[in-house]
């Protein structure tokens, strides 16, 4: 029976499309006897960025003389940091707003708030500044946080120790199954325990130098945070 020409280039058409898409799935890799592990590992890190934010904060009827005594007071503040060694020295948020009367009609006076931020991995240096500003200014919070060096170095550990303990996980996992090896389909890695410093406020924990009472330094406890790195990812078990 002769096949018309329309049907035959239909059938060809079709056988070609057939043996496209039977090519491109033989090339496709083909993953079987999959499992999801997971490990972590962690250390404890020392705090050994001290953070400190002093404030200074007063209140007149007239603006503008208020605006320069905060003016005067900071700088001095400024000049006195900048001579201390390793100290990182940011000015914070500084508004004005108006204070009113009983009846919050009438402005009465102004009050203004200006702040300063300090940073150092010299915890007796930024204490004994801390306590000598704080005879001009007061105290907003304090606290610590991991510097940026020491984050990358423990970083650093931590992903070698991960990536160790996938490999024992994938190994024990492989052996379970009875399988012969296996391979890694996927791998990732992610770290956490960097909180950002938050301040804390006074009240705090002061001792008073003898030989100086009018300026004591903060008694300072770092401590440390719990770091962790984990690895998440998927293996083939390749069976005998």
Known sequence: MRIPRRS????????????SLSALAADEPRYYNQVSLRAEVSKEVA??????????????????????????TMN???????????????????????????????????RERAELRLESADFPGLSKL????????????????????????SEDALLKEAVDAFKARAQLATQAMGGSGYKVVSLNLNSTGYPRPYMRSAPMMMKADSAAEAAPSPDVEAGTTEVSMSADGMIEVQMP
């Open 130 to 153: 801390t306590g000598e500003l704080l005879q001009d200014l007061k105290m907003g919070g304090m606290d610590f946080s991991i510097a940026p060096g020491t984050r990358k170095t």
């Open 47 to 72: 705090r050994d960025l001290m953070v400190v934010t002093l404030y200074s904060e007063a209140q007149n009827s007239d603006p503008g003389a208020l605006a320069r005594q905060i003016t005067e």
């Open 76 to 110: 001095k503040a400024l000049q006195q940091a900048r001579q201390v060694k390793d100290v990182k020295i940011s000015q914070g948020s500084r508004n004005s707003y108006p204070i009113y009367d009983n009846k919050g009609q009438k402005i009465t006076g102004w």
């Open 8 to 19: 035959a280039t239909l059938l060809l058409s079709c056988g070609l499309l057939a043996s």
